[in-house]
């Protein structure tokens, strides 16, 4: 299945490098592109419509302010359109792209090195009338499902989601890798003040988030059973959580998630 991307940004560049695969591509500023191309195999075209018509599947990795713009040149050329936009329902883009296989994505930047998580929002009452017929998940022939659904698998976990949640989910995965930046940036800073160097405590930190990861895949990603494990009662990790608690971790978490879905202060 040949690949193509329409726009030449972070996430297109996270893609590409998971998928190990030459794509073809496209960006307003052609150096961008030809930069992506020569570092993961492919070509860089002139034109939008170019990448459609020479792609079977484009991947939309423009911005989601640009659909309609973009989809004025892709879709007289696109046979089959995946879209990564956030905030860009399903209902939306068969709109712009109407009368071919549509799929919705929401990756995370972790898909560079193939750890990502990955969100397919599915339309679940017509997916369920589909069911056993030909259609599938896209709504394109039940191969084409299989070879897309594949396609996006390869770059981590692919969580199939009703499409009226994946908004929530991308508070959650796709928004993540900053807050997790943020989170260990929080922690190298507080040992600096207590004296350990920062690249030291960076190294100590995000060695701890990558072993905790794991751990939380092992333990069936009980979250509750880790931490019991790791807070001996009148401990120190007690004494260190409560203070998380009281400055409002849980709370926080819940105001970034309303901020991303438009509906905090
Ligand atoms: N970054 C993430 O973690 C993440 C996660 C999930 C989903 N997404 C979605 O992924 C998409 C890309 O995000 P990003 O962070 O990669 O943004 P980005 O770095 O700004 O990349 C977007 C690219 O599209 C280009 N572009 C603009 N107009 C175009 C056009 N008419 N045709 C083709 N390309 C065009 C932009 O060029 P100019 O800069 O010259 O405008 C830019 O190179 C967004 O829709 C976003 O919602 C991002």
Not at 136 to 150: F, I, K, N, P, R
Request: hydrophobic fraction near 45%.
């Amino acid at each position: 299945m040949q690949v193509g991307l329409i726009g030449c940004g972070n996430m297109a560049r996270a893609l590409a490098r998971g998928w190990r695969r030459p794509v073809l591509c496209s960006d307003p500023i052609a150096e961008r592109a030809r930069g992506l191309a020569e570092e993961v195999g492919g070509e860089a075209l002139a034109s939008n419509a170019e990448v459609a018509r020479r792609s079977d599947l484009v991947v939309l990795c423009h911005k989601p302010a640009q659909l309609r713009e973009v989809a004025a040149e892709v879709a007289p050329e696109a046979r089959a359109v995946a879209s990564i936009l956030a905030s860009t329902p399903l209902a939306a883009l068969r709109v712009s792209y109407p009368e071919r296989p549509v799929y919705r994505f929401i990756p995370s930047l972790p898909v560079e090195v193939r750890q990502g998580a990955v969100v397919q929002g599915i339309d679940s009452q017509q997916s369920a009338a589909e069911d056993g017929a030909d259609g599938g998940d896209g709504g394109g022939s039940g191969a084409l499902d299989v070879e897309v659904t594949q396609l996006f698998s390869q770059l981590g976990t692919l969580v199939v989601l009703d499409d009226s949640l994946v908004d929530v989910a991308t508070g959650l995965m796709s928004c993540a890798p900053a807050y997790v930046a943020l989170v260990a940036e929080a922690q190298i800073d507080a040992g600096v003040r207590r004296g350990i160097p920062a690249q030291l405590g960076a190294q100590l930190v995000v060695q701890t988030l990558a072993g905790t990861a794991e751990l939380l895949r092992q333990r069936d990603f009980d979250t509750v059973a880790v931490r019991r494990e790791v807070t001996s009662p009148g401990g120190l990790t007690a004494r260190g959580v409560a203070a998380l608690e009281r400055a409002g971790l849980r709370a926080a978490f819940n105001d970034a998630l309303d901020a991303v879905l438009g509906q905090g202060t």
